[in-house]
Nanobody
Protein backbone atom coordinates (compact mmCIF):
# COMPACT_ATOMS: atom_id res chain seq x y z
CA UNK A 1 0.00 0.00 0.00
CA UNK A 2 1.18 3.52 -0.79
CA UNK A 3 0.41 6.60 1.27
CA UNK A 4 0.81 10.09 -0.13
CA UNK A 5 0.46 13.18 2.02
CA UNK A 6 0.52 16.68 0.54
CA UNK A 7 1.36 19.86 2.42
CA UNK A 8 2.24 23.47 1.71
CA UNK A 9 -1.00 24.82 0.32
CA UNK A 10 -2.46 28.11 1.41
CA UNK A 11 -3.57 31.58 0.43
CA UNK A 12 -1.24 33.77 -1.61
CA UNK A 13 -1.56 36.95 -3.64
CA UNK A 14 -1.19 37.11 -7.41
CA UNK A 15 2.48 36.93 -8.31
CA UNK A 16 3.40 35.12 -5.13
CA UNK A 17 4.98 31.73 -4.60
CA UNK A 18 4.22 28.50 -2.78
CA UNK A 19 6.02 25.19 -2.50
CA UNK A 20 3.95 22.05 -2.21
CA UNK A 21 5.42 18.88 -0.76
CA UNK A 22 4.32 15.29 -1.13
CA UNK A 23 5.59 12.65 1.29
CA UNK A 24 5.38 9.09 0.01
CA UNK A 25 5.50 6.02 2.23
CA UNK A 26 4.33 2.43 2.50
CA UNK A 27 6.63 0.56 0.16
CA UNK A 28 9.93 0.59 -1.61
CA UNK A 29 9.62 2.64 -4.74
CA UNK A 30 11.32 1.53 -7.92
CA UNK A 31 13.57 3.94 -9.80
CA UNK A 32 10.94 4.03 -12.54
CA UNK A 33 8.13 5.29 -10.33
CA UNK A 34 6.63 8.47 -11.70
CA UNK A 35 5.26 11.05 -9.30
CA UNK A 36 2.76 13.58 -10.51
CA UNK A 37 0.88 16.67 -9.43
CA UNK A 38 -2.67 17.28 -10.56
CA UNK A 39 -5.19 19.98 -9.70
CA UNK A 40 -8.94 20.26 -9.67
CA UNK A 41 -11.48 23.04 -9.26
CA UNK A 42 -15.20 22.52 -8.56
CA UNK A 43 -17.11 21.42 -11.62
CA UNK A 44 -14.00 20.68 -13.66
CA UNK A 45 -12.05 17.53 -14.38
CA UNK A 46 -8.78 16.87 -12.65
CA UNK A 47 -5.96 18.47 -14.64
CA UNK A 48 -2.38 17.29 -15.04
CA UNK A 49 0.18 19.79 -13.78
CA UNK A 50 3.59 18.12 -13.66
CA UNK A 51 5.39 14.80 -13.28
CA UNK A 52 8.88 13.54 -12.51
CA UNK A 53 10.50 10.12 -12.45
CA UNK A 54 12.26 9.16 -9.23
CA UNK A 55 15.54 8.40 -10.88
CA UNK A 56 16.74 10.22 -13.94
CA UNK A 57 14.53 13.17 -13.16
CA UNK A 58 12.58 13.13 -16.41
CA UNK A 59 10.15 16.02 -16.02
CA UNK A 60 6.95 16.96 -17.78
CA UNK A 61 5.02 20.18 -17.21
CA UNK A 62 1.64 21.29 -18.47
CA UNK A 63 1.84 24.19 -20.91
CA UNK A 64 -0.18 26.34 -18.54
CA UNK A 65 2.54 26.21 -15.87
CA UNK A 66 5.74 26.06 -17.92
CA UNK A 67 8.16 28.79 -16.91
CA UNK A 68 6.39 29.26 -13.56
CA UNK A 69 6.28 25.86 -11.85
CA UNK A 70 9.10 23.42 -11.17
CA UNK A 71 8.82 19.81 -10.04
CA UNK A 72 11.60 18.01 -8.22
CA UNK A 73 12.15 14.85 -6.20
CA UNK A 74 14.25 13.97 -3.18
CA UNK A 75 14.58 10.23 -3.61
CA UNK A 76 16.42 9.72 -0.31
CA UNK A 77 13.48 11.18 1.61
CA UNK A 78 10.70 10.01 -0.73
CA UNK A 79 9.57 13.58 -1.17
CA UNK A 80 8.29 15.36 -4.26
CA UNK A 81 8.05 19.12 -4.50
CA UNK A 82 6.10 21.50 -6.68
CA UNK A 83 7.58 24.98 -6.62
CA UNK A 84 4.98 27.43 -7.86
CA UNK A 85 6.07 30.95 -8.78
CA UNK A 86 4.24 33.87 -10.40
CA UNK A 87 0.95 32.45 -9.25
CA UNK A 88 -2.24 33.54 -10.95
CA UNK A 89 -5.87 33.40 -9.78
CA UNK A 90 -6.49 30.64 -12.32
CA UNK A 91 -4.00 28.46 -10.44
CA UNK A 92 -6.50 28.29 -7.58
CA UNK A 93 -7.41 24.63 -7.07
CA UNK A 94 -6.99 21.61 -4.88
CA UNK A 95 -3.63 20.11 -5.74
CA UNK A 96 -3.13 16.35 -5.57
CA UNK A 97 -0.01 14.25 -5.51
CA UNK A 98 -0.16 10.89 -7.30
CA UNK A 99 2.10 7.88 -7.86
CA UNK A 100 2.40 5.79 -11.00
CA UNK A 101 4.32 2.62 -10.22
CA UNK A 102 4.78 1.97 -13.95
CA UNK A 103 3.00 -1.35 -13.74
CA UNK A 104 0.47 -0.52 -16.41
CA UNK A 105 -2.17 0.80 -14.01
CA UNK A 106 -1.35 4.50 -14.32
CA UNK A 107 -1.67 6.84 -11.37
CA UNK A 108 -3.20 4.42 -8.92
CA UNK A 109 -2.31 6.14 -5.66
CA UNK A 110 -3.48 9.62 -4.66
CA UNK A 111 -3.08 11.95 -1.73
CA UNK A 112 -5.92 13.77 -0.03
CA UNK A 113 -5.12 17.10 -1.69
CA UNK A 114 -4.08 20.53 -0.49
CA UNK A 115 -5.91 23.77 -1.27
CA UNK A 116 -4.11 26.56 -3.10
CA UNK A 117 -5.91 29.88 -3.34
CA UNK A 118 -4.49 32.80 -5.30
CA UNK A 119 -6.17 36.12 -4.61
CA UNK A 120 -6.34 38.85 -7.24
Amino acid sequence: QVQLVESGGGLVQTGGSLRLSCAASGRTFSPYTKMGWFRQTPGKEREFVASVTRVGGSRTLANSVKGRFTISADTAKNLVYLQMNSLKPEDTAVYYCAADLRDGRGYLYWGQGTQVTVSS
